[in-house]
Each structure stands twice: as C-alpha cells, then as structure tokens.
C-alpha cells in the first residue's frame, strides 16, 4: 500500500531516525503552539522555525509546493477578502473597495499559520511511513478504533479518486463533455456523485466483513515495536520547549 506522503521516507535526515512517537507528540505540539499565536511579532520567529524543520528533514521544495497548491486556494479566498471586509482604518481605496489595516493584518497572520501548521504536518508525514505513524499514535495511547479509522479513510480516498477518474473516462469516452452546462449534464454529474457514494458505502460494507472474518476486534495487543535512545528525548525536550516558549511569549507580548 504506497501513500502519496511516502515517496521521500528513505531519506537518513534526522527527523526522518526521530523516534515516531517523539516526533509526533513534539510536532503535534508545535502545531497546537503556532494555532495559539495572535501577534504578528511572533510570526518571523514561526517562519525561521518551519524552515528550519523543513531544511533539517531534507525534503525537497517540489514536495511541499505540490502538496500545498490545493488547499492554497482555499487561502488565496481568504487573502482576497479579509482585507476589504475586515476593519475600519481604511489604508487605500480602489474604486468602491476599501482596503482595511486590520483585515490585511488578518490575512497576513491567517496565511502565515496556515502555510506553518500545513508545513509542519508535510514534515510529520513526510518523514515516517504512514503505517508507522499510525503505529505511533497507538503506542502512545491513542485508542485502536481511532487509528483504524484515520488508515482506513486515509487508504480509501484513493479507492474512491480511482472509482471517479474510471466513470469520468467512461463518461467522456461516450460523449460527456463537462463544460456544456444544462439540466442534463448536471442530472448526469449529480448521478455519479450518487454512484459513488452507494459503491463506497458497500465497499465499505465488504471490507468491515473481511475484517470481521479475519478476528478484527479481538486480536491481542500490540507489541511496542520502537526503540527510543537518549537523543529522541533531548529532541522531544527542546521542541516541547520551543512550543511552549510561542504560547509563553504570545502571552507575554499581548500583556
């Protein structure tokens, strides 16, 4: 099973020998540190640490700007609105739009954690196999029916990408073409939402069977398969330390 966070596991960075229990209970924390930030002072010390993380992991560039270029429109939205709606210190106006200080310092600050926090998880997932970090959150705890689900929805998203990029070519070989809006090409594309969505239901179904089947729920307990030594510790320390030190400083600074 090939996930599409696993292409650069092999890389020896240190983050990719970081314990995966560490690292994932120090990013994780990390994560929560940088949402918690409401300055904008706070931001270049945010920016130096996801690059630093990033650089350390090895990683390549194209990696990150692939991964990030869809949920970026989702941003780009934001951006593009905050500064005219948000606010009333107007610092340019044009034509009827106002733009507003407090609206592109939203922005600026909304961008900065978004693009941080995504980073930071490239660099959870991008260093481990997702297997192995699904292990990693059963080792520390997390219950087995949550790391089940996270595999399973995580695995069949790509079932279903290949259920809608089949009927689409099937479609388009029988004439379909998406562009031309009506009634009809609308009925049709409601139609394989449908499909789609009865075919993963009883997917589904088959798969919880052949689980059953096979003594899910009543297998044994896991052994710990990880190894910490005394340098996945001293890592967890000083990103645990960094974490709190951002939510320690956001506080002081707003005081």
């Avoid at 087995?144 to 069949?156: E, Q």
């Amino acid at each position: 099973m090939k996930f599409g966070f696993d292409e650069y596991i092999h890389l020896g960075s240190p983050l990719h020998r970081w314990d995966p229990r560490f690292k994932l209970i120090g990013l994780m924390a990390l994560i929560f540190s940088f949402a918690f930030v409401r300055d904008l002072r706070m931001l270049l010390a945010m920016v130096l640490v996801t690059a630093a993380l990033y650089v350390s992991s090895r990683l390549p560039v194209s990696f990150m700007l692939t991964r990030l270029r869809y949920p970026s429109f989702f941003l780009l939205v934001v951006i593009l609105m905050l500064p005219f709606l948000s606010g009333q210190t107007i610092l340019v106006s044009i034509g009827p739009f106002d733009v507003r200080q407090e609206g592109l310092l939203a922005a600026l600050l909304i961008a900065t954690r978004f693009l941080s926090i995504l980073t930071i998880g490239l660099v959870l997932f991008g260093t481990a196999p997702f297997l192995t970090t699904i292990k990693a959150m059963r080792a520390i705890g997390l219950p087995a029916i949550l790391t089940d689900m996270a595999l399973l929805a995580f695995r069949y998203i790509f079932e279903i990408g290949d259920y809608l990029h089949r009927m689409e070519t099937s479609m388009r070989l029988r004439g379909f073409r998406e562009r031309r809006y009506s009634i009809h090409s609308l009925g049709i594309l409601a139609w394989m939402g449908g499909s789609i969505l009865v075919r993963s239901y009883e997917h589904s179904e088959w798969v919880y069977k052949a689980m059953i089947l096979r003594g899910y729920g009543h297998a044994a307990h896991p052994r710990n398969e990880f190894r910490a030594c005394p340098g996945d510790m001293i890592a967890l320390g000083v990103t645990l330390l960094i974490a709190a030190g951002f939510i320690v400083g956001d506080i002081l600074i707003r005081i």
